[in-house]
């Protein structure tokens, strides 16, 4: 069993920043791809950042040059850091990590979601 537990959200105004961290724990052999992403009401849920094991980045257009995606694999956890952050990103932020738990099986997992909310 593994869980993923984020932390960080919260209300800001436009222009501010925030930094979320998400946590895995649990039964942990390695983890390989971590990601953030986002839901807000109405929409579908989308692909904010990823990163790899190695520390390969990847962003959406809508937040690249203004979020940060970066992972501490000693302390099985990644962040995002959000700068000049925007209404439009008003939403639910989850983690997502595809965790291996044994040799031979891996799991992909979801935290609960932390909210984000960009006041104008």
């Known amino acids: 069993q593994v869980q993923l537990v984020e932390s960080g959200g919260g209300l800001v105004q436009a222009g501010g920043s925030l930094r979320l961290s998400c946590a895995a724990s649990?039964?942990?052999?390695?983890?390989?791809?971590m990601a953030w992403y986002r839901q807000a009401p109405g929409n579908q849920r989308e692909l904010v950042a990823g990163?790899?094991?190695?520390?390969?980045?990847n962003y959406a257009d809508s937040v690249k040059g203004r979020f940060t995606i970066s992972r501490d694999n000693a302390k099985n956890t990644v962040y995002l850091q959000m700068n000049s952050l925007k209404p439009e990103d008003t939403a639910v932020y989850y983690c997502?990590?595809?965790?291996?738990?044994?040799?031979?099986?891996?799991?992909?997992?979801w935290g609960q979601g932390t909210q984000v909310t960009v006041s104008s």
């Open positions: 997502n990590a595809e965790v291996r738990t044994t040799l031979w099986q891996t799991s992909r997992t």
């Open positions: 649990g039964s942990i052999f390695s983890i390989n791809d």
């Open positions: 990163i790899t094991s190695s520390g390969r980045t």
